[in-house]
């Protein structure tokens, strides 16, 4: 299939619904024969970016090593899913400006929202004192200023939000609309 490249860049505090969102969108994808990859944050930090830690240094070089790899996959034809918290904005707009074809999807949802999934147990720990330099709690999270998508999370299911992310894919012309048939 001639597809064009492309970064889809799932921005978002923790427990938000980037994964959730991105494998969504990642299936409906590879179910049409897209070429895609999915870069996810904490399996990222299991490999190409371990050892690296959460001070802003450390933060800003995980994910530029994501966006470079981003880069690489998109100039050759792959649409990329990358769902990394990815807390400022400067960084973002740097692998932004590297890529070209970029589409940042800022997954929203209120920090109370967050904390009450707490879908990894995190939030549990950063209250207990086990977790410091947490995003949203004591460490920034700068919000993207102009998403090409912004999802909800708190208002929206995620079959709204996956098709919300797809109705921008098409308009963009990096997918067709045979993708948004049977999502939910
Ligand atoms: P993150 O990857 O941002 O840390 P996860 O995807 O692991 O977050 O968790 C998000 C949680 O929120 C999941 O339990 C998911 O089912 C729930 N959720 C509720 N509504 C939505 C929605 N519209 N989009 C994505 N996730 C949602």
Redesign the pocket.
């Known amino acids: 299939m001639n597809q064009r490249g492309v970064t889809i860049w ?1 921005t ?13 969108v990642a299936e409906k994808l590879r179910s049409q024969g897209y070429r895609l990859e999915v870069l ?3 399996i990222v930090r299991q490999n190409l970016t371990k050892g690296l830690g959460f001070s802003k240094a450390d933060r800003d070089e995980n994910i530029r090593r994501i966006g470079f790899v981003s880069h690489l996959l998109t100039r050759n034809g792959v649409i990329v899913l990358v ?1 990394a ?1 990815s807390p400022y904005h400067e960084t973002r707009l740097e692998v932004k400006q590297k890529i070209g074809d970029f589409v940042e999807v800022y ?1 929203n ?1 209120p920090l109370k ?2 904390e009450e ?1 707490d ?2 147990g995190l939030y549990k720990r950063v209250r207990r004192g086990e977790i410091t330099n947490f995003t949203g709690i004591d460490d920034p999270y700068e919000a993207p200023v102009n998403p090409t998508v912004e ?12 098709m919300k992310v797809l109705d921008r894919l098409e308009e963009l012309g990096y997918c067709s609309d045979k993708l948004k048939v049977g999502v939910g």
């Open positions: 799932f978002g505090l923790s427990g938000a619904g980037k994964t959730t969102i991105s494998k969504a996810d944050g904490d769902s918290i997954v949802a929202v967050c999934r879908v990894k999802c909800r999370t708190d208002l929206e299911t995620v079959e709204e939000s996956v």
